[in-house]
């Protein structure tokens, strides 16, 4: 009998063990599909960025107008915060407005194909960077559950895992628009 309890005792402490190491394994990949999100929102940034570079480089041979008013340089950074990447991202869609009041004043550009195609790719990529922020929403909504279930919290608790923050959209984005026609 005593080989009996101490079989049964053995398995329970392997079934345990085996838990924890599933456990700590999905808390891991969760993290990982995380980093990939977060480089997924840099590359999609990356391509906005390229695509904006395009579009001045057209405006300029169009409409003759100096680089700077059009566009201030953005280096994007590796280890950039989401909140500083929001911010560089504020920072985009007011040159983006630059570029589209540019173009209400010359409309020999606004017909030209070369412009045409520059803001269908503009987009796409805004589209990119939107999915690229939904799915980054998406881990960190699915690991900051993982962090406040049992049995897995307790675990995240032990490896000093924390919550993670949100993409957040602009306070000015969330505001009803006006169109006035």
Do not use: W
């Not at 869609?93 to 630059?98: G, H, I, S, V």
């Not at 999915?131 to 960190?140: G, H």
């Amino acid at each position: 009998m005593d080989l009996l309890y101490v079989g049964i005792i053995v398995a329970v402490v392997l079934i345990i063990i085996l838990c924890v190491i599933s456990i700590s394994n999905s808390l891991n990949r969760a993290q990982v599909k995380i980093e990939e999100a977060e480089s997924g929102i840099d590359v999609a940034l990356e391509k906005r960025y390229d695509v904006l570079t395009k579009m001045i480089d057209v405006v300029k041979g169009y409409a003759k107008h100096e680089k700077e008013t059009l566009f201030e340089v953005i280096n994007l950074r590796k280890g950039m915060s989401v909140d500083e990447k929001a911010k560089e991202s504020e920072k985009m869609d007011a040159n983006f407005e630059k570029i589209n009041v540019l173009a209400e004043s010359y409309p020999e550009l606004k017909s030209s194909e070369n412009y045409k195609t520059l803001q269908q790719a503009i987009a796409d990529t805004e589209e990119h960077l939107q999915a690229a922020r939904r799915m980054y929403n998406a881990n960190v909504s699915h690991f900051n559950q993982m962090l406040v279930t049992f049995p897995k919290s307790v675990i995240a608790n032990s490896k000093g895992l924390t919550k993670k923050e949100f993409f957040e959209a602009d306070e000015k984005k969330k505001a009803d628009v006006k169109v006035d026609v």
